[in-house]
């Protein structure tokens, strides 16, 4: 078990396009080391997903973990810790709705994004194995800003009102009128 340094905006790697994982890295016994350390990280910092580049692995993997329950946006469903491997999206309906998103690389904002709500989300699992799962509402959001990580993105980019972009004490004082509640339910917990 090791729990990783993620690593913050500015360093180069959260700008570069990850490579994809070749069939003889799927399934080795170094990717499964790597997505052991990634889930160690994840827990250890807290959030609902972490992409391979932020613990600086500059590779196409990604893990969520969605607690599920109850949020101002709705019920979240749950989806149990999933590893994806190149994982590739199609958007089913480009119809945008906005959330607030935050990430763990960078740390103590939020920021007000809107994308697509509708998508499909293909990918292997650690040992090859290929799925699809299709994902609505903040579902989709989550996986469109995690596998962002992989192309060199961060939500960031995505914003369009500037104003609506804060600190998370400024962000829970002034904009919403709930105060955060259970985080491991809680879809602004970073990924
Ligand atoms: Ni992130």
């Not at 995690?146 to 939500?155: M, V």
Request: aromatic residues 8%.
């Amino acid at each position: 078990m090791a729990v990783r340094k993620i690593i913050r905006m500015g360093h180069p790697t959260l700008r570069q396009v990850a490579r994809s994982l070749s069939d003889s890295e799927i399934a080795s016994a170094e990717l499964h080391r790597l997505i052991q350390d990634m889930i160690d990280t994840l827990h250890d910092y807290g959030g609902i997903g972490l992409a391979a580049p932020q613990i600086n692995e500059s590779v196409r993997l990604a893990i969520v973990e969605i607690a599920g329950g109850p949020t101002r946006y709705g019920e979240l469903p749950e989806l149990p810790l999933k590893v994806f491997v190149n994982p590739q999206i199609d958007i089913v309906d480009p119809t945008p709705e906005g959330n607030w998103e935050a990430c763990l690389s960078v740390p103590g904002l939020r920021g007000f994004v809107e994308r697509p709500q509708h998508i499909v989300v293909r990918a292997t699992n650690p040992d090859g194995e290929p799925f699809e799962l299709e994902l609505k509402g903040f579902a989709a959001t989550v996986f469109q800003h995690e596998f962002d990580h992989l192309d060199g993105k961060l939500y960031i980019d995505h914003i369009t009102d500037t104003t609506k972009f804060a600190f998370e004490e400024e962000f829970g004082r002034y904009m919403i009128d709930q105060p955060d509640g259970d985080r491991t339910a809680n879809p602004d917990a970073p990924s």
